[in-house]
């Protein structure tokens, strides 16, 4: 009991010490999850009593505690929702939702990455956030780009998704590697 | 015998400790992001290729393409921190200008630098108490401007400050710098003091008070026949033509005098609420001792200073306003030094052969130690010219939330009184510090004290 109420004074004192923009910055990292988790999981499941306050507590644990693992849990469980949907549920594969989960999942990510070293009572220069997003803003504009012209040249290709599928992973999966290796090297 | 198995230390040695090179550790280090970005991208990459979906790998193409391009170019320094703080005379409630600088000499710019700092609670600087989150640019710094008020003398310290540095897109951070802190100096305001009483004994060669020594001077001393050496001016030629004899106008020289002003530094009583609030004994103390130093170094006096505590600190006599600066410098490290040692033993600390017998001894004490009240009783038993000035703030109470503590500090207060009685009895004239004027009354009757012949 005591240590409740200690919590709840501890928690009151951050609150009063909060600034505007890490608040914002957790906010829209839950918000992201959310929207993620709406648009990827099928509509009855996120319509289901059982399920949804999960969901819900999912989307918004990595903004309360975004040091932890919750980001990754969260990305893991939209794809996981995403699969469900699409090869459960039969849903067919759109172009808006791709690009709508992988925008929020990098968004989420990356808003995380700065809730996590940004202090929730901090003066935040506006420059700081002002460029973090840019930066966010031009990777899911590239990405965003590159999933509409991947998405068309198989829905051209009709019926080759598999191959491309496979010849873009292993692409990728080497261009991780260099990365993973650079890394290593460096530490 | 086995050799003995050469273990990692858990601790890094420190460069001072430690034989051999310091140990080092990486400054940048991969964050969590970086471990997820990576883990998404080889999990989705997985999923799409396993079950043939191409949507499962656009989804992990943002987070590789964040990650590439986060990390093209690699930081290789660690920022450098420093702190800047005026240099300038600040006396308490003035104005203090304090700055932290991020500079970056990397070739990356820093995303995110979180800055903090800790300063005195007597430097009232804005936001200080805060973090920063700012951004510096590649080869160029950032200026966090700390602005404030000095409500309290001494050396008051900004810093340490450390920062803390996010580079890459959040994906690289590094290790937390951190900055020594850097002291203001912050020198007491002095009290108006003004004492038109003359010195009881002044000692020197030259000065401006008048000495019971007859000598070339302003002050006469009376009208004596002339006598060979005699100088053509003194001649008093009124007396001369009545008496019909020469006369001369005999004078007392002028010369200057030694204070020596003692502080009681064996505690601290009252709560200080800076230079707008209520006043410690130190914070009295203090202030006092600059005022009375500058009076008197202002009209020529010599003035000394010492500590009566366990340092026993000591400045010495001299004069002119460079001694004025010195005194103030040297009022910045006066701290509470309680002896821990019986106080039997505490008569050999302080040693009275350190003052001067002409001097003028001001003791600066609350007398609440029962070894001040000794002290003083020793001084003037020495025959030094002693005026005790009483430090302890009006409305100091003894602290407490038993029943008896009302009771205890009357009892406290009566026994003081006592003292101080006692004090006056032995010729020790007890004044409470009030500024200005204060201590004129207290000062002619230990000039008056002093005109008698000594002798014992």
Same mark, same amino acid.
């Given at each position: 009991m005591f240590k409740l109420g200690a919590q709840i004074d501890a928690a009151r004192g951050v609150l009063a010490q909060a600034t505007a923009l890490p608040f914002l910055v957790r906010a829209a990292v839950a918000l992201c999850g959310l929207i993620a988790i709406g648009v990827a999981w099928p509509a009855e499941l996120i319509a289901s009593q059982l399920t949804a306050p999960l969901l819900m507590l999912v989307a918004i644990y990595p903004a309360v505690a975004p040091r932890g693992r919750g980001a990754t849990s969260s990305a893991l469980v939209v794809v996981a929702g995403w699969i469900a949907d699409t090869v459960g549920v039969g849903a067919h594969v759109e172009l808006w939702r791709v690009i709508t989960i992988a925008t929020l999942l990098y968004l989420g990510h990356t808003l995380t990455a700065l809730a996590a070293v940004l202090p929730y009572d901090a003066i935040v220069s506006f420059d700081m956030v002002g460029g973090w997003l840019l930066r966010a803003g031009a990777v899911v504009l590239v990405s965003a780009v590159l999933t509409v012209a991947t998405l068309g040249l198989s829905a051209d290709l009709a019926g080759g998704a598999f191959v491309l599928a496979t010849i873009v992973g292993i692409a990728c999966a080497v261009g991780a590697t260099i990365l993973i290796a650079r890394l290593l090297r460096r530490a | 015998m086995t050799d003995r198995l050469s273990l990692r230390t858990a601790v890094p040695p420190t460069a001072a400790g430690g034989e051999g090179e310091a140990w080092a550790g990486p400054a940048w280090v991969p964050t969590r992001a970086l471990g997820r970005a990576v883990l998404l991208t080889g999990l989705f990459l997985l999923l799409g290729v396993a079950l043939g979906r191409v949507d499962l790998v656009l989804m992990a193409a943002p987070f590789a393409i964040g990650a590439a391009a986060g990390l093209r170019r690699m930081p290789r320094s660690a920022p450098e921190l420093t702190i800047t703080a005026d240099e300038e005379h600040i006396v308490e409630g003035g104005h203090v200008e304090a700055a932290v600088t991020v500079s970056n000499t990397d070739v990356i710019p820093y995303d995110l630098v979180v800055l903090r700092t800790r300063t005195s609670p007597w430097l009232k600087l804005e936001q200080a108490d805060r973090p920063f989150a700012i951004t510096v640019p590649r080869d160029g710094w950032y200026s966090v401007q700390l602005p404030g008020d000095a409500m309290r003398w001494g050396r008051q310290p900004v810093g340490p400050a450390a920062a803390r540095v996010a580079a890459c897109g959040g994906l690289l951070a590094c290790r937390p710098v951190v900055v020594e802190a850097r002291g203001v100096r912050v020198y007491p305001v002095t009290e108006p003091f003004n004492a038109t009483e003359a010195m009881p004994a002044a000692a020197g060669l030259v000065g401006n008070h008048r000495s019971r020594r007859p000598g070339e001077g302003g002050e006469l001393a009376g009208v004596r026949p002339f006598a060979p050496g005699d100088r053509l001016r003194r001649i008093d030629w009124r007396v001369s033509l009545r008496t019909r004899d020469l006369h001369v106008a005999a004078t007392l020289s002028d010369r200057d005098a030694e204070v020596v002003l003692l502080l009681d530094v064996l505690g601290e009583i009252g709560l200080s609420g800076g230079v707008a609030g209520s006043a410690s004994v130190l914070d009295t103390t203090v202030r006092a001792s600059a005022a009375i130093a500058e009076h008197y170094l202002q009209r020529g006096d010599r003035v000394s200073l010492l500590e009566y505590g366990a340092a026993a600190r000591r400045l010495r006599p001299a004069t002119g306003r460079r001694q004025y600066l010195t005194v103030l410098e040297w009022l910045l490290d006066v701290r509470p030094d309680p002896v821990e040692v019986d106080e039997n033993d505490y008569d050999n600390v302080? =040693?009275? /052969? /350190? @003052? #001067? #017998?002409?001097a003028l001894v001001m003791v600066l004490t609350p007398l609440v130690d029962p070894r001040s009240a000794d002290m003083l009783a020793q001084l003037t038993q020495s025959g030094r010219y002693v005026v005790a000035v009483d430090t302890l703030p009006a409305d100091a109470k003894v602290t407490g939330g038993g029943n008896w503590t009302p009771l205890a500090g009357r009892l406290w207060r009566l026994e003081r009184e006592n003292v101080l009685g006692r004090l006056r009895e032995h010729g020790v004239p007890v004044v409470a510090w009030a500024?200005? =004027?204060? @201590?004129d009354l207290v000062l002619r009757d230990v000039a008056r004290l002093a005109l008698i012949p000594r002798g014992r």
């Open positions: - | 302080f =040693g009275i /052969h /350190h @003052l #001067s #017998s002409d500024g200005a =004027g204060s @201590l």
